[in-house]
């Protein structure tokens, strides 16, 4: 497997029977490059001058295929943010989320894959349910917003 994470995910990709396109490489780029859990329109905006004829439409089926294809996960909508956002998930993580602001921040840790399927284990266990995806957002209130709220984190 590449060290490189877009060589690594065009290869998944190819390996999956998915035709690269200057349009996907570009959205995928975007997204492995930009930390920023971005909206559909935010991708747009950030491709556009590259790709000048994208559509939207095209940023929207290019997601929906990734998605598919195990290479980034769409983030819920919260109460102050009603997008949704996308995430390269290259490397595997959960994400704190502030319920003020709508701030998304990347947690990484090592144990995550034990994590994930533990909880795969118990949902099996006690529902039942067959998992094929899952992925994990705890939310709360990030720095700037205890502060600015006068929260006291004891």
Known sequence: ???????????????????MTPQRKF???????????????TIYAGV???????SLATVYNTLKLLVENDLVIELPAT???????????GVPHFHAI???????T??????????????INLTKQQSGYWVNNSQFEV??????C???LQLNNN
């Open 48 to 54: 556009d001058n590259k790709l000048p004829n994208l």
């Open 27 to 41: 959205i995928l780029e975007y997204l492995i490059t930009h930390h920023n859990h971005p909206t559909v329109e």
């Open 1 to 19: 497997m590449s060290d490189n994470p877009l060589e690594a995910a065009i290869q998944h990709l190819k390996q999956s029977g998915v035709r």
């Open 79 to 89: 109460e102050n943010d009603t997008s949704l956002h996308y995430d390269y998930f």
């Open 106 to 119: 990347d947690i990484f840790v090592d144990e995550y894959k034990n994590i994930n399927q533990n909880l």
């Open 146 to 148: 205890q502060k600015k």
């Open 98 to 104: 502030c319920e003020n602001c709508g701030k998304i």
């Open 139 to 144: 939310y709360g209130y990030c720095p700037e």
